[in-house]
């Protein structure tokens, strides 16, 4: 008895606990998006300054930004459309598989309700009257009343039976003609919706000529990028300082345990090497991370289990996604088409988190991919030795 009652005073401690942890999670979750939502909010006041600071160059970074946003939401609407044409067309497979079913077995309760009737008729009939005709085999009449008794009550089953297919069969017809009807709407959805990707892209590709028409000279080129690299330590800065007092959830792996067995975010051969000279004569530049070529549309994956901390257009790289996998360790995905994920969810490792494109008035369409410790830019290519997944959109 004792044992028992040292047992039930635990049990309900450690429910006390975990009820104790499921309130607290809520609000410590609330207050990681409400600091993360703050540093966005930096960044673009950030972003404003330098773009009015720009003059003419600003303004069109502006538009840029704008047109880049804008297909970024369309680019989730199209997938979210997308997801439901195929949810669509799994319930219609099922559906049609079901409606398969019904109708072999309507079939075969036809076939066993014409036999039974078949029988009867050229049997049952004549065999009936002689019986009632022929009084002196009373035996032989009573078995004969009482099979025919039988076959009648299994023929009136098998017509209910019939019956309840039947109408089982014109419940799943109603469901076909409505998941058609859903999958219509989607597909008439999912046309509009890329009509809109394209002109929003004409927009875009006419702000890039006047763009680059304005930043032509090296020296220019040049002084954008060291802009780009200084907002973008600015924002890791921020960040680094926001998750001070955000707790990370382990998984039970820590994120350099798996050093040198990551997959890369997408399938390519990046073009360029981490910590390559840029080609500029003025000033030496190197490059922080690697770019990987890619279709536009393509699936982005996070390279390992983390909280998404920022997923916003930024100068220079376009529509970023930036996931930190504890112990000062983040990875950054920017030139996306479409960011999935919004700051603090949490993803797993391969699971798709962007698609890829060119924002950011990239002239190339892929992902620029950086790992950071404690905001410094580390070798990515020691980090991924997996080839990625490669999955298409649409």
């Known amino acids: ?44 006041k ?15 970074e502006r538009d840029l930004r704008k047109f880049e946003r804008r297909i970024g939401q369309l680019d989730r609407k199209l997938d979210a459309t997308e997801s439901s044409l195929a949810q669509n067309r799994e319930r219609m497979r099922i559906l049609g598989s079901r409606k398969q079913g019904l109708l072999k ?5 036809q076939n066993i309700l014409y036999a039974q009737i078949r029988s009867e008729y050229l049997y049952g009939g004549q065999e009936r009257l002689k019986l009632l ?51 219509r709407q989607a597909r008439v959805t999912l046309s509009s919706q890329k009509r809109q990707i394209a002109e929003e892209q004409e927009k875009r590709k006419k702000v890039l000529e006047h763009l680059r028409a304005s930043v032509s000279d090296e020296q220019s080129r040049l002084a954008n990028l060291e802009a780009d690299k200084k907002q973008l330590e600015a924002l890791l800065d921020e960040l680094q300082a926001a998750l001070v007092n955000i707790p990370y959830i382990d ?55 983390g909280r998404v901390v920022f997923a916003e257009w930024m100068r220079g790289l376009g529509l970023l996604i930036i996931v930190d996998h504890g112990n000062g360790y983040m990875s950054l995905y920017g030139h996306n088409q479409g960011l999935y994920k919004q700051p603090g969810e949490w993803v797993g490792e391969g699971e798709r988190i962007a698609s890829v494109g060119n924002s950011g008035g990239n002239l190339s369409t892929g992902v620029y991919f950086e790992i950071r410790k404690h905001g410094k830019p580390v070798n ?8 990625a997944q490669q999955k298409k959109s649409g």
């Open 1 to 44: 008895m004792g044992g028992c009652r040292i047992t039930c005073v635990w049990m309900v401690l450690l429910g006390s606990v975990a009820a104790t942890a499921g309130i607290s999670a809520a609000p410590s979750q609330q207050a990681a998006e409400r600091k993360l939502a703050a540093v966005h909010e930096q960044i673009r």
């Open 133 to 183: 005709l022929n009084q002196q085999e009373h035996t032989k009449l009573g078995r004969t009343l009482v099979y025919y008794d039988y076959l009648h009550r299994a023929r009136l089953h098998e017509m209910e039976q019939s019956r309840k297919v039947l109408e089982a069969v014109r419940e799943v017809q109603a469901e076909v003609a409505e998941e058609q009807e859903r999958g």
């Open 380 to 387: 990515p290519g020691i980090w991924c030795k997996k080839p």
């Open 251 to 305: 998984q039970g792996q820590d994120f350099l345990e798996v050093k040198g067995r990551l997959a890369w975010p997408v399938a390519g051969k990046p073009s360029n090497r981490f910590g390559q000279l840029r080609n500029f004569s003025h000033r030496k530049l190197y490059w922080q991370g690697v770019f990987i070529p890619n279709r536009t549309g393509n699936d982005v994956y996070s390279i390992f289990h």
């Open 46 to 60: 950030s972003q404003d300054r330098i773009e009015k600071n720009r003059g003419e160059a600003g303004r069109l």
């Open 105 to 109: 077995r309507l079939a075969r309760h």
